[in-house]
């Protein structure tokens, strides 16, 4: 009976309307929206349409960039490396890096529904399980432990088998999967082909690089099969997985595309503590016409790690000091926003082998044949074999630096290999010191912030980079590869030459977090608390790559999936320590249902 009369209050609340796509600001009819999302990303995606399972929330999705619906570079796999540089990447750049004798670097994101889950490399890691351990110390929060968050890596997953059906048993753990989430997860279609025979030979005859059945374990020490976000030779994005024909049909979701957040205000401060549930939005091919909107219950930034702080920065919640030397009246101080990015660079090095070039990809044939059957090279990415190591534990590099990584069950470096007559790893470093920034460059929100990774500032970095050369070395040592490796190509690791190839060499792979970062309640740190609000406001969290607090060790689409689901989740509940915007969902909500602090917002 009460949710009877209920329903029947909401429906008049927001009569016979149905969710639609809008292309444009001046299109979006009037409506009250319960909560406002800010970028149709990785997370906003997941976050829009885990809100939207309940029918009495509205939800309004605003995306700066257009639909990924009928872009055939965004579904086909093997035309990723086409995507940057389009109009479905923001196309920015770091400024000079010192660490790098002044070079810069382009950092591609996502700038279309889906965000950089669909412009991305598609690699599928969720990290070590003492990663997320680091969260729930770094925030005091234990719900963000590996053991409690593994759940929501399993509900956002469907594995799927590869196209043509080949035999993977024994190259994935079946125990450590979801098998009927959103985001398609599969191993390439393409069996081992002899230059893996090698590496596989390599676990059986050098005990520091066992094979490990599963890098998606929580334990990804060893050598694994990759393992991508690619289903039926298609790439699943956020936006395929999460905002679907079926979501986008519900009446209680509402998309806006083109239309770029420019600042959030306050509703008016509640007792103390601000109340931040109102929009300014601009259409995204710029000007100077502007649009509020308010949220009845929750503002949701989810633009990324480069645009969640650039929009709290525009709107006074930064760094007082930076703030005003831009004209910028602070309304929150909180001087971690956009501080402390870590990053994963990346380093190629090279050795000349007893092989021969594959067969170039007729790229035609390949696109024909992915039209016709989902078949051949453009279904799955190149990239095979992954290595996940640390650095050992005698290694001189402990002299003189103390272990960065999370604990012992997390790697340091990855290598992922490439045969051929040019034969070699690409070493990822898991576990920078280096940090890097983004901060505003003008109070124009069309101007691009100034993005600084901060490469090779702390000496760490290139230390354990020439370890991962030292670690190839040891790796290419084994009988798999007499006759088969020959020489280097790259620099000795053990020389000066070395380190001015890194300078001029090393590069991202895309993975800056920490601008949001969340920490402990109270702590001086940080941007959020552990659920995810905006620490001395009310009204308004951030949920995206950004609010992650310990840079996982592994490519980070896994933790921003695992992050947003339990986003939605903590959302859902709402906290009875605020009075709004909670108070309605209070008053409506039968007695019986509330707990002691925590209530259920009806669903
Ligand atoms: C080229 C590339 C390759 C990568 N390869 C891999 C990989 O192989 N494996 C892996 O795990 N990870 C990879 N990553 C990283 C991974 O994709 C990201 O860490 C993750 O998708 C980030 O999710 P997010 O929700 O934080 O942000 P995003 O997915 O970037 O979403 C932010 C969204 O907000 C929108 N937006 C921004 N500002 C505004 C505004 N002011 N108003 C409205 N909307 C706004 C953006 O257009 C975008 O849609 C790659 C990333 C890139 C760019
Ligand atoms: C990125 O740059 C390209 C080439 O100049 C341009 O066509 C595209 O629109 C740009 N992307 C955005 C989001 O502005
Ligand atoms: C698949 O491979 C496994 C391990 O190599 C083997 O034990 C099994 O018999 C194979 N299954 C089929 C159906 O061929
Ligand atoms: C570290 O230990 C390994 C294995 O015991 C050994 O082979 C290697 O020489 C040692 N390295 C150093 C630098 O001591
Ligand atoms: C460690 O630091 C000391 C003192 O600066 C230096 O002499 C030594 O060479 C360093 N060791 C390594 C392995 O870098
Ligand atoms: C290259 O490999 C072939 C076998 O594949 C072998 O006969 C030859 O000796 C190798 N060459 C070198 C230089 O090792
Ligand atoms: C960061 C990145 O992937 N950059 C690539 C963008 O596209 C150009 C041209 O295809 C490549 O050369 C870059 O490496």
Same mark, same amino acid.
């Not at 470093?429 to 109070?443: F, N």
């Given at each position: 009976?009460?949710?009877?009369?209920?329903?029947?209050?909401?429906?008049?609340?927001?009569?016979?309307?149905?969710?639609?796509?809008?292309?444009?600001?001046?299109?979006?009819? &009037?409506?009250?929206?319960?909560?406002?999302?800010? %970028?149709?990303?990785?997370?906003?995606?997941?976050?829009?349409?885990? =809100?939207?399972?309940?029918?009495?929330?509205?939800?309004?999705?605003?995306?700066?960039?257009?639909?990924?619906?009928?872009?055939?570079?965004?579904?086909?796999? %093997?035309?990723?490396?086409?995507?940057? /540089?389009?109009?479905?990447?923001?196309? !920015?750049?770091?400024?000079?890096?010192?660490?790098?004798?002044?070079?810069?670097?382009?950092?591609?994101?996502?700038?279309?529904?889906?965000?950089?889950?669909?412009?991305?490399?598609?690699?599928?890691?969720? /990290?070590?399980?003492?990663?997320?351990?680091?969260?729930?110390?770094?925030?005091?929060?234990?719900?963000?432990?590996?053991?409690?968050?593994?759940? !929501?890596?399993?509900?956002?997953?469907?594995?799927?088998?590869?196209?043509?059906?080949?035999?993977?048993?024994?190259?994935?753990?079946?125990?450590?999967?979801?098998?009927?989430?959103?985001?398609?997860?599969? =191993?390439?279609?393409?069996?081992?082909?002899?230059?893996?025979?090698?590496?596989?030979?390599?676990?059986?005859?050098?005990?520091?690089?066992?094979?490990?059945?599963?890098?998606?374990?929580?334990?990804?020490?060893?050598?694994?099969?990759?393992?991508?976000?690619?289903?039926?030779?298609?790439?699943?994005?956020?936006?395929?997985?999460? =905002?679907?024909?079926?979501?986008?049909?519900?009446?209680?979701?509402?998309?806006?595309?083109?239309?770029?957040?420019?600042?959030?205000?306050? +509703? %008016?401060? *509640?007792?103390?503590?601000?109340?931040?549930?109102?929009?300014?939005?601009?259409?995204?091919?710029?000007? +100077?016409?502007?649009?509020? *909107?308010?949220?009845?219950?929750?503002?949701?930034?989810?633009?990324?790690?480069?645009?969640?702080?650039?929009?709290?920065?525009? &709107?006074?919640?930064?760094?007082?000091?930076?703030?005003?030397?831009?004209?910028?009246?602070?309304?929150?101080?909180?001087?971690?926003?956009?501080?402390?990015?870590?990053?994963?660079?990346?380093?190629?090095?090279?050795?000349?082998?007893?092989?021969?070039?594959?067969?170039?990809?007729?790229?035609?044939?390949?696109?024909?044949?992915?039209?016709?059957?989902?078949?051949?090279?453009?279904?799955?990415?190149?990239?095979?074999?992954?290595?996940?190591?640390?650095?050992?534990?005698?290694?001189?590099?402990?002299?003189?630096?103390?272990?960065?990584?999370?604990?012992?069950?997390?790697?340091?470096?990855?290598?992922?290999? #490439?045969?051929?007559?040019?034969? %070699?790893?690409?070493?990822?470093?898991?576990?920078?010191?280096?940090?890097?920034?983004?901060?505003?460059?003008?109070?124009?929100?069309?101007?691009?912030?100034?993005?600084?990774?901060?490469?090779?500032?702390?000496?760490?970095?290139?230390?354990?980079?020439?370890?991962?050369?030292?670690?190839?070395?040891?790796? @290419?040592?084994?009988? #798999?590869?007499?006759?088969?490796?020959?020489?280097?190509?790259?620099?000795?690791?053990?020389?000066?030459? @070395?380190?001015?190839?890194?300078?001029?060499?090393?590069?991202?792979?895309?993975?800056? +977090?920490?601008?949001?970062?969340?920490?402990?309640? /109270?702590?001086? +740190?940080?941007?959020?608390?552990?659920?995810?609000?905006?620490?001395?406001?009310?009204?308004?969290?951030?949920?995206?790559?950004?609010?992650?607090?310990?840079?996982?060790?592994?490519?980070?689409?896994?933790?921003?999936?695992?992050?947003?689901?339990?986003?939605?989740?903590?959302?859902?509940?709402?906290?009875?320590?605020?009075?709004?915007?909670?108070?309605?969902?209070?008053?409506?909500?039968?007695?019986?249902?509330?707990?002691? !602090?925590?209530?259920?917002?009806?669903?």
């Amino acid at each position: 009976m009460q949710l009877g009369a209920l329903s029947l209050l909401f429906a008049l609340a927001a009569p016979f309307a149905s969710g639609k796509v809008y292309d444009s600001l001046t299109s979006l009819p &009037s409506r009250n929206y319960d909560f406002i999302i800010v %970028g149709g990303g990785n997370a906003g995606a997941v976050i829009s349409s885990r =809100l939207t399972e309940n029918s009495r929330f509205t939800i309004l999705l605003v995306e700066a960039g257009p639909d990924n619906e009928g872009v055939l570079e965004l579904q086909v796999p %093997g035309l990723q490396t086409s995507l940057n /540089g389009t109009r479905y990447d923001w196309n !920015y750049t770091t400024v000079p890096q010192t660490g790098l004798n002044g070079r810069t670097i382009d950092l591609p994101r996502g700038h279309v529904l889906g965000g950089s889950s669909s412009i991305n490399g598609m690699v599928y890691t969720r /990290g070590a399980a003492d990663d997320y351990d680091a969260w729930a110390r770094i925030t005091g929060d234990p719900g963000w432990s590996w053991k409690r968050i593994f759940p !929501y890596a399993k509900k956002h997953e469907r594995w799927m088998a590869p196209v043509g059906g080949r035999n993977i048993t024994g190259q994935y753990d079946p125990k450590v999967h979801g098998y009927s989430g959103n985001t398609h997860v599969s =191993l390439r279609q393409t069996p081992a082909e002899p230059f893996d025979e090698r590496l596989f030979q390599t676990t059986r005859e050098l005990p520091e690089f066992p094979f490990s059945l599963d890098p998606n374990s929580g334990y990804p020490l060893g050598l694994s099969w990759t393992q991508s976000t690619i289903g039926n030779g298609e790439r699943s994005s956020a936006a395929t997985g999460y =905002l679907s024909a079926p979501v986008r049909a519900r009446p209680n979701l509402d998309i806006l595309l083109n239309t770029q957040a420019t600042r959030v205000l306050s +509703t %008016g401060p *509640l007792g103390k503590q601000l109340d931040i549930r109102t929009v300014e939005l601009a259409p995204r091919s710029g000007g +100077t016409a502007r649009k509020t *909107l308010t949220a009845s219950k929750e503002l949701v930034l989810s633009a990324g790690v480069i645009n969640s702080p650039q929009i709290l920065m525009l &709107s006074g919640i930064g760094d007082r000091e930076h703030l005003s030397a831009l004209g910028i009246k602070t309304i929150l101080d909180l001087p971690a926003v956009g501080k402390d990015m870590p990053d994963h660079a990346i380093n190629v090095v090279l050795w000349a082998a007893n092989d021969t070039a594959p067969p170039p990809i007729d790229h035609v044939a390949a696109l024909e044949e992915w039209k016709t059957s989902r078949s051949g090279p453009y279904t799955e990415h190149r990239r095979m074999q992954t290595l996940w190591s640390r650095i050992p534990s005698n290694s001189s590099i402990w002299q003189n630096e103390t272990d960065p990584s999370s604990g012992k069950n997390a790697p340091h470096l990855e290598l992922y290999f #490439a045969g051929g007559p040019r034969t %070699g790893a690409a070493i990822i470093l898991l576990t920078p010191k280096s940090r890097g920034s983004v901060s505003l460059a003008s109070s124009d929100p069309f101007t691009h912030p100034v993005i600084d990774l901060g490469y090779l500032t702390r000496p760490f970095d290139l230390k354990a980079i020439r370890e991962g050369a030292r670690l190839l070395q040891r790796f @290419f040592s084994g009988p #798999a590869w007499t006759g088969y490796v020959l020489a280097p190509i790259t620099p000795d690791p053990e020389t000066p030459a @070395f380190d001015e190839f890194v300078r001029g060499r090393i590069t991202t792979v895309f993975h800056p +977090t920490g601008t949001t970062a969340m920490s402990r309640r /109270g702590a001086k +740190t940080g941007v959020l608390d552990p659920d995810l609000k905006v620490k001395g406001a009310k009204g308004l969290r951030v949920v995206d790559a950004g609010s992650i607090p310990f840079l996982p060790a592994g490519h980070t689409q896994a933790a921003v999936y695992i992050l947003a689901e339990r986003a939605a989740d903590l959302i859902k509940s709402c906290v009875v320590e605020s009075i709004s915007p909670c108070i309605r969902s209070i008053f409506i909500q039968p007695l019986a249902r509330i707990t002691k !602090y925590r209530t259920e917002w009806l669903s």
